[in-house]
């Protein structure tokens, strides 16, 4: 299929601070046999974008052994992602040969995780990867704000097997991973708390949270209440502070976390009734996420729209912290 047309993309070419992005033309891809062609209408800053454009190891929130392999993946002096974004929304433009799951129209929205690419007019994805249709129940600007994630909270919880009426505390409720956690646990019959910063408690209230504590002020350590699941997205507490507010077989569910928790884990796999779970989403389910979407239980609450041309405004505005919801960039003022 000859494509030889251009199209606009925020481009980095250093890392840095969010001037580094810039609106440039450049080429428009042209699908294989077996990808799509989306003509994207909506897309997202999120964690991985802000770290992207500026890597440093204080932000690696992982075991250290693999930060080596995240610069390999990103580059080490130069940007490798030099198009960010990982969440799309749109519009099925060209499809090809050997596609059978998608036509030309079809709205569809998905995830492309660190191979991004999405801050740009067209993006080419393999029929197979984390694409779906888009759900019917939402616009292009709030279905763009689910799929990173929807599928890493789902994934997650999936591995806490939450019961009805368990009480969850989720520290970082605000964030990408827990602002969809707050949610998805909500629609499966837990009591949950959200912890977060002043500026988004009102955000994770209208996401569902039964309670909502502010970290700057408060210390759910200290409240009284205790916890069947304490899931922290963002590492921000320690199992020695948070183990008397774990009721007795009571778990600590980290998302991200270092080597000492990798040790706590394996220690309390052998020791005790409260267990540390370090997990990874592995299995990434977008047809699932869409469904709860359909159904109503995960909503999409928008803070801001940018148009592509302000994705640096985008991006200096979550890095100050002024966000209270999900950010988008829109590529069409219509979505
Ligand atoms: N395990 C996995 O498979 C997996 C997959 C993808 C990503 N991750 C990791 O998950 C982590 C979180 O990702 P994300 O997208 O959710 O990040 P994010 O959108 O940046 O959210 C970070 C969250 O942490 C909160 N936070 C910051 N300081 C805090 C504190 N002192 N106490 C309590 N909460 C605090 C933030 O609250 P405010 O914004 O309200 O201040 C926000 O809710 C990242 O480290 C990422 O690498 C893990």
Avoid: W
């Avoid at 294989?32 to 991985?48: D, Q």
Wanted: hydrophobic share 40%; charged share 25%.
């Amino acid at each position: 299929m000859e494509n030889k047309g251009k199209m606009k993309a925020i481009v980095n070419i250093k890392f840095g601070p969010p001037e580094v992005l810039e609106l440039k033309e450049v080429d428009k891809p042209t699908p294989k046999n077996n990808e799509v062609l989306i003509r994207i209408y909506a897309t997202t800053v999120n964690f991985g974008d802000l770290f992207a454009r500026n890597i440093t190891y204080r932000k690696f929130a992982m075991p250290a052994p693999l930060y080596p392999m995240v610069r390999i993946m990103f580059g080490f002096r130069k940007p490798k992602k030099t198009i960010l974004g990982s969440e799309f929304s749109g519009t099925v433009e060209a499809v090809g040969t050997d596609v059978t799951l998608f036509k030309e129209g079809d709205e569809v929205f998905g995830y492309v995780g660190d191979k991004m690419g999405c801050y740009a007019e067209y993006r080419c994805v393999p029929e197979d990867g984390s694409v779906v249709l888009k759900p019917t129940n939402m616009t292009h600007a709030e279905a763009v704000t689910v799929p990173y994630g929807g599928i890493i909270a789902l994934a997650l919880l999936r591995k806490m097997n939450i019961q009805t009426g368990q009480k969850i505390l989720i520290n970082g409720a605000s964030g990408g991973i827990g602002s969809t956690a707050v949610q998805i646990a909500k629609s499966l019959g837990a009591e949950v708390t959200g912890v977060c910063g002043t500026p988004r408690l009102e955000f994770v209230k209208a996401l569902g949270a039964n309670k909502v504590i502010d970290y700057t002020k408060d210390d759910f350590t200290q409240s009284g209440e205790t916890y069947d699941i304490i899931f922290d997205t963002y590492n921000k507490s320690s199992f020695k502070k948070v183990k008397h507010v774990l009721k007795k077989n009571g778990r600590y569910f980290l998302a991200s976390f270092g080597m000492r928790q990798v040790f706590q884990m394996l220690r309390t796999k052998l020791i005790g009734s409260k267990k540390v779970k370090c997990v990874m989403a592995i299995n990434e389910d977008l047809d699932s996420v869409k469904e709860l979407i359909e159904s109503g239980k995960i909503k999409a609450v928008i803070d801001k729209r940018f148009p592509l041309e302000q994705t640096a405004e985008a991006h200096q505005y979550v890095e100050e912290g002024q966000k209270k919801g999900h950010i988008v960039i829109t590529l069409d003022h219509l979505v």
